[in-house]
């Protein structure tokens, strides 16, 4: 099929990250929807950035994935504007939206570059997204809840297994340990679909690569009183024999940052040390070509829903 950019423009969206250290409390605060985090917690976050080299490669990543994406789409025939926005920093998607407001647009195609649904996070683009475009006369919005069956997109993730499992010591004896950011775990009583999803996208992968030894475990969760889903990837190493092989898989995730830099190849490497478990970890998809490839598919289908 074909498009012009008149008609149709394309919104990639991410969590965003602070570009230096003396942005993290302001950071903190939009994430904290305007309070202020302790000192602590200032610090605690600083610690972590400096711990990765002080600087999070997310929003280099995710223009990178942008860019490729429209690459891709327009050797497929299809010549749309690939934009992207963030959901805590700069660019804001507000800021994006504004940008995107500027042509002609009729139809805006947005995606979360997060596979898995979840009012909590999916759900919160949404809102910000509706709210940027409140006032923009008519523009039809059209929202991807979630994507995590996509073919092309497990198929990604099942290439980085495979390499992944050729790289571990091990052989049969490594032990798949897929992992996503975890949420509070009212969701599940609230029927969100978050975890089923998250279930399924595994057994799709195991089922693409043959593993029969594989666990899910939840990771990064937040500090706060309510209690969040587990289990967690640092009790599961915890309680992991002395000399397991395990390969960490961060199927929640589609690009490096924090949460993968520092709380797997970091705090959970450190763990798995003291344990005397061996861990590696699969390479994130960033712009892998089979995971752009998924992207534009997922967009491909969802222009021609109308």
């Known amino acids: 099929m ?66 490729e994406l429209q690459h891709e789409l327009h050797a497929n025939g299809i010549q749309l504007p690939v934009y992207y926005g963030m959901k805590h920093w700069h660019p804001y998607i507000s800021e994006t939206v504004r940008e995107i407001l500027k042509l002609n647009v009729q139809r805006v195609v947005s995606l979360v570059l997060a596979p898995h649904y979840s009012r909590l996070s999916v759900g919160g683009y949404r809102e910000l997204l509706s709210t940027a475009f409140s006032n923009s006369n008519g523009i ?28 571990c010591p091990g052989g049969a004896d490594v032990t798949v340990l897929f992992t996503a950011h975890s949420l509070p775990e009212r969701i599940i009583i ?56 395990v390969l960490i898989v961060p199927i929640g995730f589609v690009a490096d940052h924090l949460e993968i830099l520092y709380d797997i190849d970091i705090e959970a490497q450190a763990l798995a040390r003291t344990r005397g478990v061996v861990l590696r970890r699969t390479e994130s998809l960033n712009t892998s070509p089979k995971f752009i490839s998924a992207l534009a598919d997922i967009v491909s289908n969802q222009l021609t829903l109308h």
């Open 190 to 245: 609230e029927g969100d679909p978050y975890h089923a999803q998250l279930l399924e996208s595994c057994k799709a992968v195991a089922r693409l690569t043959n593993t029969e030894k594989w666990e899910f475990a939840y990771q990064s969760a937040g500090r706060t009183p309510e209690k969040w889903l587990g289990p967690d990837i640092l009790e599961v190493l915890e309680n992991m024999a002395i000399g397991s092989r």
């Open 2 to 67: 074909s498009a012009t950019s008149a008609e149709t423009a394309i919104l990639l969206m991410a969590y965003g990250t602070p570009s230096t250290e003396n942005e993290i409390e302001s950071y903190l605060i939009d994430i904290r929807q305007g309070r202020k985090p302790s000192v602590d917690q200032i610090e605690d976050l600083k610690r972590r950035y400096r711990a990765i080299g002080g600087h999070s490669p997310l929003l280099e990543i995710t223009k990178a994935q942008a860019f």
């Open 140 to 167: 039809e919005l059209d929202f991807v809840e979630s994507w995590y069956n996509n073919s092309l997109f497990q198929s990604a993730i099942a290439e980085k297994v495979i390499d992944g499992l050729k790289k």
